[in-house]
């Protein structure tokens, strides 16, 4: 049996807090932190745990294996830090890994000397439709791959950023691209390969925020293929849809849906029941706390227990190709020119003065 602990119990832990009641046979909640004392006292009492206001004195007096950090964003690196340095617990962390590169690889590295498992939430990447598209990927379905267009059109109003401060700064946050879209750039390098290089424009269009709330970018990989962004929560007076489109030489796909949970294209050179295929893995199958979040959670309780691991975890070092593409696409908006990775981020904002 697994003892975890959870610091930040926010609105995404709220997610996790539902999942781990109905995981009691893998895990024991025994913590939980929170600065606010109503939040702790609440996820505490779900689980008869121990709520704390300090997530320092939890660690220091409580018996815990893993760690769920569910904290803004921009609290990743320092707080995974003391976890992963001072603690030598196992983390889950909520997406980004971080907000900066010098942080996230820190974390990597870190994990690695300690030898302890480091998971970053793209939960995602366990959309049955993506675990398909991966495969047929893999096994070269669609042969040498040649655009990977992902659009999502989201809507977040002032009232979803002022309902806390952190939202939409740059310090802690970002604004559509690094918050909603972490999960489409890691779907762009997850499926489609390492980023060779960027250029992006962006602006602050329909709420007032420091980051932007439209971000447009045009990529090019280093296999060759070439790729766009458009990642908005401007989409009014409602979310529209997410959208990635696949090209190959041999096949196409489009993944849509809310998030990416439906494969509505899919066609491949020489198989004829492509249709009976997009049958197979069209939709997420029905579950009622979010399939993709339930199987990612579940099967990084495993990894955490066992040391099995699921494919699509993202495990380590492979929650960074999407930082940095977020971190190059959000350097080329500010610099006006097109950056080719790997470089130093000089005027880049996001994560600076946390
Ligand atoms: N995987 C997903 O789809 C998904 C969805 C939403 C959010 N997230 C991520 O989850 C993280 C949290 O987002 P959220 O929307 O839940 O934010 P939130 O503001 O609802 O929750 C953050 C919590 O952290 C607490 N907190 C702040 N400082 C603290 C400290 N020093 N010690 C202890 N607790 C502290 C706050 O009181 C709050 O309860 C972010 O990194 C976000 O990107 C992921």
């Known amino acids: 049996m697994l003892r975890l602990s959870i610091i ?3 609105k995404a832990a709220e997610r996790h807090l539902k999942i781990y009641k109905t995981l009691q046979d893998q895990v ?6 929170d600065i606010n004392s109503e939040r702790a006292n609440y996820f505490a009492s779900e689980f008869s745990a ?7 004195e939890m660690l220091k007096k409580e018996p815990i294996d893993v760690v769920d950090l569910a904290l803004p964003s921009g609290m990743h690196g320092k707080v995974g830090e003391i976890i992963l340095k001072k603690y030598k617990k196992h983390l889950l962390v909520e997406k980004p890994l971080a907000l900066t590169l010098k942080e996230a690889y820190n974390l990597v590295n870190l994990a690695e000397r300690y030898n302890l498992k480091l998971v970053t939430i793209f939960q995602n990447r366990a959309n049955f439709p993506v675990i398909k598209l991966k495969e047929l990927i893999e096994k070269n379905f669609l042969g040498k791959l040649i655009l990977v267009s992902v659009k999502f059109y989201w809507s977040r109003t002032q009232k979803y950023y002022d309902s806390a401060r952190w939202r939409g700064t740059w310090a802690q946050d970002g604004g ?6 972490c999960h489409f750039a890691d779907i762009i390098t997850y499926l489609g390969g390492e980023v060779e290089s960027v250029f992006a424009k962006m602006g602050t269009y329909l709420v007032k925020i420091e980051a932007e709330d439209l971000l447009v970018g045009t990529l090019k990989f280093k296999s060759g293929a070439l790729g766009t962004i458009e990642a908005t929560t401007c989409a009014r007076p409602k979310d529209i849809k997410a959208e990635v489109v ?15 949970n439906t494969l509505n294209y899919l066609a491949l ?8 295929l997009i049958e197979e893995c069209k939709n ?7 399939y993709s979040h339930f199987i990612y959670l579940k099967s990084s309780l495993e990894f955490f227990l066992t040391g099995k691991r699921a494919s699509f975890l993202a495990v380590g070092a492979e929650a960074l190709p999407s930082l940095q593409l977020i971190i190059a696409l959000y350097e080329s ?3 006006g020119k097109e950056v080719k990775i790997p470089f130093i981020p000089k005027y880049c904002k996001l994560g600076k003065g946390t």
Request: charged content about 20%; glycine content about 16%.
């Open 246 to 260: 696949i090209l190959g030489e041999k096949g196409s796909a489009i993944l849509g849906g809310f998030a990416m």
């Open 176 to 181: 559509a691209l690094a918050q909603q879209g």
């Open 8 to 10: 930040g119990c926010g």
């Open 50 to 56: 121990k709520a704390y206001f300090d997530f320092q």
């Open 284 to 290: 997420n199958p029905p579950h009622p706390l979010g």
């Open 28 to 33: 024991k909640v025994v913590a939980v932190a």
């Open 269 to 276: 050179e020489g198989v004829e029941d492509s249709a009976n």
């Open 333 to 335: 908006a500010e610099r």
